[in-house]
């Protein structure tokens, strides 16, 4: 993948009076009264939003809440951003140029929903153009969305330059300058722009880790996970399955599974994957233990059994407590470390003591040193749970394109910006 541009080059000269077009994420979930129930990805966007501010560029973030208007985002933006965010009843249209053309400079305006228009997911032409229409540059700060092309991802790219990744999806790797063969007034910086934050952790560090490398994959299902495993499978030195997917991997086996979740058409692939790592030489492990449930709720009776030993009626909800061990020692052998998916249900509490020790031990092992990565979706929600976020090496925002990026996809809305 070629590199690409930051707006770490765009400076005062790039941005004062310039209208930039940002797209950032906000797919935050909410509460039944509409208020942020975690602001992760608002927090994210704004480093962003505050550097063309700082420039005197008139921005206008804008973002995806499924379901839902983006109005109960612009009191926390503005909390954040320290200063009034303007909301648009629009993404495009007379009402929303007129507020566009009333932005001072370092001012920043939210527009509304986006994908309000089916233009949007179909990337019409015609209406990136109105898009573009709105700015003079374009910041793309949203890689959980740089896996689809969309008309506010990769086709407003088209009609606007500077097209550039934002902070967040952007990191300057480094500055180079000849300066002991220049005057200081000559001196010539050379800026390297290197991959994202996003692309330096979960490519470049899956691409030349720090050995022994493991991967942790939990999930419900095998299908959602089948790229991402195979992917894995070529690099790493440990790889840990938890999550609703081990059910499947243990009726192929020929175990007993009770009620739990089983992906009947995938048991020849389960079988396959195991044979692929043993003869990778990967120590694929799963659960020697299980905590089972007799129903699917938070209330609901439980227990420890081995793996090879739920009885009938019963489902398996999280991994039991030899297996927290197990995969600890494995662990703690390790340079570097991917996580993608929890362990069990740990949304309810009786199920999460496996997903949670998961994160404690990885917390713990980055500040020894090791490289530890989130790799988006639910294994975000359980380390900001536990409040142990901060003590990662990288917590990944971007959900599918994190799956489809270690898959080894493309990124459309990556790579439609500028090569650097």
């Known amino acids: 993948m070629a590199t690409k541009r930051s707006v770490a080059t765009l400076k005062e000269a790039d941005l004062k009076g310039k209208r930039v077009f940002v797209r950032v994420d906000l797919n935050v979930p909410l509460d039944d009264n509409s208020k942020i129930t975690d602001d992760t990805r608002i927090r994210a966007a704004i480093p962003t939003i505050k550097y063309l501010s700082g420039y ?39 009402e929303v140029e007129k507020m566009v053309a009333e932005l001072p400079e370092g001012g920043a305006l939210l527009l509304e929903n986006v994908r309000f228009y089916k233009e949007e997911e179909k990337n019409d032409p015609e209406f990136a153009k109105k898009l573009a229409a709105l700015a003079d540059v374009y910041v793309n700060d949203a890689f959980g969305t740089a896996h689809r092309a969309h008309a506010s991802t990769e086709g407003v790219a088209k009609y606007l330059k500077p097209s550039v990744a934002g902070l967040l999806m952007q990191k300057l790797y480094a500055i180079n300058y000849a300066g002991a063969m220049l ?22 560090a899956v691409a030349n880790p720090k ?15 089948i790229g991402v495993i195979e992917s894995l499978l070529a690099k790493v030195d440990y790889l840990l399955l938890g999550g609703g997917m081990i059910y499947t991997f243990y009726k192929a086996q020929g175990l007993p599974v009770g009620s739990s979740l089983v992906e009947e058409d995938k048991l020849e692939l389960a079988n396959l994957l195991m044979e692929k790592a043993k003869a990778k030489g990967v120590s694929l492990m799963l659960p020697t233990d299980v905590v089972i449930a007799n129903k699917f709720a938070a209330d609901a009776d439980s227990k420890v059994v081995p793996a090879s030993a739920i009885p009938d009626g019963w489902m398996g909800l999280d991994i039991g407590p030899d297996s927290i061990n197990t995969f600890s020692e494995a662990l703690d052998k390790t340079q570097t470390i991917i996580w993608n998916g929890p362990m069990g249900v740990f949304e309810f509490e009786k199920f999460a003591a ?10 713990e092992l980055s500040g020894k040193g090791v490289t530890t990565i989130i790799g988006g979706g639910d294994s975000v929600a359980a380390v900001e749970k536990v409040g142990l976020a901060d003590k990662m090496s990288h917590i990944s925002t971007g959900g599918g394109a994190s799956l489809e990026l270690l898959e080894g996809k493309p990124l459309p809305g990556v790579l439609a910006l500028d090569d650097a």
Not at 354 to 363: I, P, Y
């Open 56 to 94: 005197g560029a008139k921005g206008r973030p804008k973002g995806v809440t499924p379901k839902y208007s983006l109005t109960p985002l612009v009191p926390r933006l503005s909390e954040l951003l320290g200063a009034e965010v303007k909301m648009a009843n629009d993404s495009v249209g007379e």
């Open 183 to 204: 005057t200081t007034l000559e001196k010539n910086y050379s800026y390297l722009i290197a991959l994202s934050q996003e692309l330096d952790y979960l490519v470049g």
């Open 211 to 225: 050995k022994p490398f493991a991967a942790i994959v939990g999930g419900s299902k095998v299908s959602t996970k």
């Open 354 to 363: 496996g997903t949670e020790a998961v994160a404690r031990q990885l917390a």
